[in-house]
């Protein structure tokens, strides 16, 4: 069946980047919209960004623009999330997911610890 | 502040019945787009619940069913268990952000 798994938790400084990677495993990744959703300790869920690999082509939250890019690698069939100038309130969970009809499998999470 | 309003918590008695509403605006649930609901478990990833409104994913029981009217949606759990403990999110899309949108979460207590 469908597998996302995501890569291991990191520690960044404020002001910098942070890329997480989403590996699916099993059925046509190339036609899957993968969003990203993260969790900031004790609160709740926040969509991100999402993109479907096949157009190439990403839409952003507009809290996010700007500083984040969503892109996918088709042959080593992983998504990623990139996210820039970090700052303490990103320390989170990030979530990739699968959006079929709503977000129908998701990954184990990634949690991003951002800490001078 | 979230675009979709829940309430931070509800509680019930095993057996019981509990409803989580979802409260939008005419640019999302009152829009016609369609409402998700996820159960999150402690130190879990989220799980699709409800979809399109009221359709359960293969292996969700019938104790979950979601409606919408106007510009509310609403999970209801009948006969709950104690394993019903958990987080729970609505989720819509928002056009006047044309984003996806989550509401805050609703913590529900089996007492």
């Known amino acids: 069946q469908v597998q996302l798994v995501q890569s291991g938790a990191e520690v960044k400084k404020p002001g910098s980047s942070v890329k997480v990677s989403c590996k699916v495993s099993?059925?046509?990744?190339?036609?899957?919209?993968i969003s990203w959703v993260r969790q900031a300790p004790g609160q709740g869920l926040e969509w991100m960004g999402g993109?479907?690999?096949?157009?190439?082509?990403?839409n952003y939250a507009q809290k996010f623009q700007g500083r984040v890019t969503i892109s996918a690698d088709e042959a080593a069939t992983t998504a990623y999330m990139d996210l820039t100038s970090l700052t303490f309130e990103d320390t989170a969970v990030y979530y990739c997911?699968?959006?079929?009809?709503?977000?129908?499998?998701w990954g184990q999470g990634t949690l991003v610890t951002v800490s001078s | 502040q979230s675009v979709l309003t829940q309430p931070p918590s509800v509680s019930g008695a095993p057996g019981q019945r509990v409803t989580i509403p979802c409260t939008g605006s005419?640019?999302?649930?009152?829009?016609?787009?369609?409402v998700y609901w996820y159960q999150q478990l402690p130190g879990r990833a989220p799980k699709l619940l409800i979809y399109?409104?009221?359709k359960r994913p293969s292996g969700v029981p019938d104790r979950f069913s979601g409606s919408k009217s106007g510009n509310t949606a609403s999970l209801t759990v009948s006969g709950l268990q104690a394993e019903d403990e958990a987080d729970y999110y609505c989720?819509?899309?928002?056009?006047?952000?044309?984003?996806?949108?989550f509401g805050g979460g609703t913590k529900l207590t089996v007492l």
């Open positions: 997911a699968r959006y079929t009809s709503g977000f129908d499998l």
């Open positions: 099993g059925g046509t990744f190339s036609s899957y919209v």
């Open positions: 993109n479907i690999p096949v157009f190439g082509s990403a």
């Open positions: 005419s640019f999302n649930i009152g829009a016609g787009y369609d």
């Open positions: 399109g409104n009221s």
């Open positions: 989720q819509s899309f928002d056009s006047s952000l044309s984003d996806e949108v």
